[in-house]
């Protein structure tokens, strides 16, 4: 049972006849594994107790998103969703109109929501007034590890403790359409129409402590239903995997780049990055692909970080941050650092046989291009 000695619930208190915020104890047991305890206290104004916003992002684990107009929030997790303007006494519970008792408001920067609402809407049990310790109790509160998002029409539901993606559209039930796996921690969508209707759902995971590594998995739907997917794990100093070369997919998990068919989703090609690469096969290493051209390709290995010219025809393979930077500068990228590994060069398009970088080095970002011809 996770037990928080921490804001405020609603029912239960003595009346206030000052406008000034009071503080009171708080005790909410949830329905999850541990145990965590905080001295925040509750506020009680006008008689109506208060929590802090921080309960719902930090405990029950729901997102926390404010509107361009910085009056509307909105509170995701996996299959709950809330949303609440300040100074209005009504909000949207799970898709539903309810009232909140009284206006949630902004004091000292922070978010106030009724307490009576929080507990009802994190599905606690009856709220409980302990005169002797100014406490109020309540249980079997909920988390919603996870998060969810509309597209189009569509909410795609994602638990964190499971790693189960869910879909439903109007009064369906949700089906279970993938699953990606556990060790889910800051996680978000991006979703792209194809021009041969496809739906792609990218989901980036980054995790790690501190946060340095990323997780993407791409899922490409149709019709609702997943019938492809892949997924590719880097270190944030890399760059970002490529998804598309010459109006066709690409599915790679790090050592298999598959070539997909827009609409179809029929595979045209199968690449072994190790044989490509040259190298003997060793999973321990993946190869992040950064750029896929019929000619040539840029990939960067994991274990070395750095990022590789390679001409597809021949295997010929350029180092660029040797071709970019001069001596001195070479033996900074070099040093091996395990928080920060690579070459920190960047991709950044091509323009005919002329491949553009950026390379960051603290708060400096140089350009550079080299030329495909020069190297012939």
Same mark, same amino acid.
């Given at each position: =049972?996770?037990l928080?000695?921490?804001?405020?619930t609603?029912?239960?208190?003595?009346a206030?006849?000052?406008?000034?915020?009071?503080?009171?104890?708080v005790?909410l047991t949830?329905?999850?594994t541990g145990l965590?305890?905080?001295s925040?206290? *509750?506020?009680?104004?006008?008689g109506?107790?208060?929590l802090?916003?921080?309960?719902l992002?930090?405990y029950?684990?729901?997102e926390?998103r404010w509107?361009q107009?910085g009056?509307?929030?909105e509170?995701?997790g996996f299959?709950?969703?809330?949303?609440i303007? &300040?100074g209005?006494?009504?909000?949207l519970?799970?898709?539903k109109?309810?009232?909140?008792?009284?206006?949630?408001?902004l004091?000292?920067d922070e978010?106030?929501?009724?307490?009576k609402?929080v507990?009802t809407a994190l599905q606690?049990?009856?709220?409980?007034w302990e005169?002797?310790?100014?406490?109020? #109790?309540a249980d079997?509160?909920?988390r919603y590890?996870? =998060?969810?998002?509309?597209f !189009?029409?569509?909410l795609?539901?994602?638990?964190?403790?499971?790693?189960?993606?869910?879909v @439903?559209?109007g009064?369906?039930?949700?089906?279970?359409?993938?699953?990606?796996?556990?060790g889910?921690d800051? &996680?978000?969508?991006?979703? !792209?129409?194809?021009?041969?209707g496809?739906?792609?759902?990218r989901?980036f995971?980054?995790?790690?402590?501190?946060?340095l590594y990323t997780?993407?998995?791409?899922?490409?739907?149709?019709?609702? @239903?997943?019938?492809?997917?892949?997924?590719?794990g880097?270190? /944030?100093?890399f760059?970002e995997?490529?998804?598309? *070369? +010459?109006?066709k997919l690409?599915l790679?998990?790090?050592?298999t780049?598959?070539?997909?068919e827009d609409?179809?989703g029929?595979?045209l090609?199968?690449?072994?990055l @190790?044989?490509?690469?040259?190298?003997?096969g +060793?999973?321990?290493?993946?190869y /992040?692909v !950064?750029?896929?051209?019929?000619d040539?390709?840029?990939?960067?290995p994991? +274990?070395?970080g750095?990022?590789?010219?390679?001409?597809?025809?021949t295997?010929? #393979?350029?180092?660029?941050?040797?071709e970019?930077?001069?001596w001195?500068e070479?033996? #900074?990228d070099?040093?091996n +650092?395990? =928080?920060?590994?690579?070459?920190h060069?960047?991709?950044?398009?091509? @323009?005919?046989d002329?491949?553009?970088?950026n390379?960051?080095r603290g708060n400096?970002?140089?350009?550079f291009?080299h030329?495909?011809t020069?190297?012939k």
């Amino acid at each position: =049972m996770l037990l928080i000695s921490a804001l405020s619930t609603q029912a239960l208190l003595p009346a206030s006849a000052s406008s000034a915020p009071e503080k009171v104890n708080v005790q909410l047991t949830f329905n999850s594994t541990g145990l965590m305890t905080s001295s925040q206290d *509750a506020i009680i104004k006008n008689g109506v107790s208060y929590l802090s916003s921080s309960l719902l992002t930090n405990y029950a684990k729901l997102e926390m998103r404010w509107d361009q107009s910085g009056n509307r929030v909105e509170f995701t997790g996996f299959d709950k969703r809330l949303a609440i303007r &300040v100074g209005s006494h009504t909000g949207l519970l799970d898709g539903k109109t309810v009232e909140l008792g009284a206006a949630p408001f902004l004091f000292k920067d922070e978010l106030y929501l009724p307490a009576k609402f929080v507990v009802t809407a994190l599905q606690g049990g009856a709220v409980h007034w302990e005169s002797k310790t100014r406490t109020i #109790q309540a249980d079997h509160l909920h988390r919603y590890p996870g =998060m969810s998002e509309n597209f !189009e029409g569509t909410l795609y539901s994602l638990s964190y403790d499971t790693g189960d993606l869910f879909v @439903s559209s109007g009064k369906e039930n949700k089906r279970k359409v993938a699953n990606l796996g556990t060790g889910l921690d800051i &996680v978000h969508f991006k979703f !792209e129409h194809t021009s041969q209707g496809l739906v792609i759902l990218r989901v980036f995971n980054v995790y790690g402590e501190p946060h340095l590594y990323t997780d993407d998995f791409i899922l490409l739907l149709k019709n609702g @239903s997943v019938f492809r997917q892949a997924n590719i794990g880097f270190h /944030n100093t890399f760059g970002e995997p490529a998804l598309w *070369a +010459d109006g066709k997919l690409l599915l790679n998990d790090g050592h298999t780049l598959r070539i997909i068919e827009d609409g179809t989703g029929k595979v045209l090609e199968t690449v072994h990055l @190790s044989s490509l690469m040259g190298t003997s096969g +060793d999973n321990m290493v993946s190869y /992040n692909v !950064e750029a896929w051209y019929p000619d040539i390709a840029l990939i960067r290995p994991t +274990d070395t970080g750095f990022l590789t010219l390679v001409d597809r025809s021949t295997g010929n #393979q350029t180092l660029l941050y040797k071709e970019l930077f001069k001596w001195n500068e070479q033996q #900074q990228d070099e040093v091996n +650092d395990p =928080m920060f590994p690579g070459d920190h060069v960047y991709f950044t398009g091509r @323009s005919g046989d002329k491949l553009n970088f950026n390379h960051t080095r603290g708060n400096v970002t140089q350009k550079f291009t080299h030329t495909l011809t020069a190297e012939k």
